[in-house]
């Protein structure tokens, strides 16, 4: 079973970065067959932001952060992260974290997620 908690948000204006994290706290992010961010923003559906497939090590983004966000992790301490640069309003969103053992979609399915964290991008 695996345990996830985040951390990392807040605000910040236009422009600015956050970097999210999120460790296990419980279980091991190897054991997992991908892991990824999600986000979602006020009256829009849930989205797979940016995901790894542990096995391979491919990553997918999103359109919309292509070259602006870096996903990455460290397996020595149980950790990824999600690294955004030039955050847009749009950006919005309460981020979450999740792990699985099944990949549907380039990102994880079912499985487990973290707490959520806030992120807002306001002037």
């Known amino acids: 079973q695996m345990q996830l908690v985040e951390s990392g948000g807040g605000l910040v204006q236009p422009g600015g970065s956050l970097r999210l994290s999120c460790r296990a706290t419980?279980?091991?992010?190897?054991?997992?067959?991908?892991i990824g961010w999600f986000r979602h923003a006020p009256g829009k559906e849930r989205e797979g932001v940016s995901c790894?497939?542990?096995?391979?090590?491919?990553?997918y983004y999103e359109d919309s952060v292509k070259g602006r966000f870096t996903i990455s992790r460290d397996n020595s301490k149980n950790t990824f992260y999600l690294q955004m640069n030039s955050l847009k309003p749009e950006d919005t969103a309460v981020y979450y974290c999740?792990?699985?053992?099944?990949?549907?979609?380039?990102?994880?399915?079912?499985?487990?997620w973290g707490q959520g964290t806030q992120v807002t991008v306001s002037s």
């Open positions: 419980s279980g091991f992010i190897l054991d997992s067959s991908t």
């Open positions: 790894i497939s542990v096995s391979d090590d491919s990553i």
């Open positions: 999740a792990t699985s053992i099944v990949e549907i979609g380039n990102c994880p399915a079912g499985g487990y």
